[in-house]
């Protein structure tokens, strides 16, 4: 998932915050002072924007963009400094006094429906190879082809791949119904590819169709997964 940038997010003067002033000074800075480093260490630049704090405490949101150019933020690190004086928490430090704690709220990689809804709005329903819940569709023509599509699924799925295969109708509205779905790669098996041990596979995403060896094809697939790349990397293709 793309990042675009660490929002610092502060309070605003409406007065609607808990703690004083000093505290949250202190709070901001403290973040400033963390995130700037790590931030250019990635590229990232850190946006300071008041209002955005939760009510206990500044916070530093990661912040990515969707397809449709909608932000969202996707982990947060929350300094909270209210929690632990209303419950009067304290700790002995190596000096011997009692010392306030500051609590953390740390949501790495925010809530799993937020994530998964970004995740499907950025790649407009049709997620990366590695991620897609079908990685590829098995359409075997007719009812001859169907013993050599399930050797093959039987070997993806032994890969670690994930594997529909679709008998039912046409194989026009069974191209279609993948397609919908938002399935990564579409594979056809036929007389000639049943013969040749080959599959035609179709990537919709990155516009490729051409006939593949089954053994290159199960390579290709697994290498993709294990490296969580958005595709396999195709040969030489022809144009869907």
């Known amino acids: 998932m793309p990042i675009d940038y660490v929002r610092l997010s502060k309070r605003d003067d409406s007065g609607s915050w808990l703690g004083s002033a000093a505290q949250w000074s202190e709070s901001e800075g403290d973040l400033r002072a963390a995130a700037i480093p790590v931030a250019e260490e990635h590229g990232l630049g850190v946006v300071e924007v008041a209002g955005e704090a939760a009510f206990y405490g500044p916070k530093l949101?990661?912040?990515?963009?969707?397809?449709?150019?909608?932000?969202?933020?996707?982990?947060t690190v929350q300094l909270d400094f209210t929690q632990p004086e209303r419950f009067d928490l304290k700790y002995k430090g190596q000096d011997g006094k009692f010392h306030r704690p500051v609590m953390i709220h740390r949501g790495t990689v925010g809530s799993m429906e937020r994530v998964t809804a970004h995740l499907l709005e950025h790649y407009r329903g049709r997620l990366p190879f590695w991620l897609a819940p079908t990685q590829i569709t098995l359409l075997p023509v007719g009812t001859e082809q169907d013993?050599?599509?399930?050797?093959?699924?039987?070997?993806?799925?032994?890969?670690g791949l994930r594997v529909r295969i679709d008998h039912g109708g046409s194989l026009g509205s069974r191209i279609r119904d993948a397609r919908a779905r938002g399935d990564h790669l579409i594979g056809v098996v036929?007389?000639?590819?049943?013969?040749?041990?080959?599959?035609?596979?179709?990537?919709?995403?990155?516009?490729?169709?051409?006939?593949?060896?089954?053994s290159e094809l199960l390579t290709l697939m697994h290498d993709?997964?294990?490296?969580?790349?958005r595709a396999p990397n195709w040969p030489t293709t022809e144009s869907e």
Do not use: K, W
């Open 61 to 75: 949101d990661i912040q990515s963009r969707a397809g449709r150019g909608n932000e969202d933020t996707i982990a």
């Open 147 to 159: 013993a050599s599509v399930r050797a093959f699924a039987d070997d993806a799925i032994g890969a």
């Open 190 to 214: 036929g007389p000639n590819e049943d013969e040749a041990n080959t599959v035609q596979i179709t990537d919709i995403v990155g516009g490729v169709r051409l006939h593949i060896e089954r």
């Open 224 to 229: 993709a997964h294990r490296a969580r790349r």
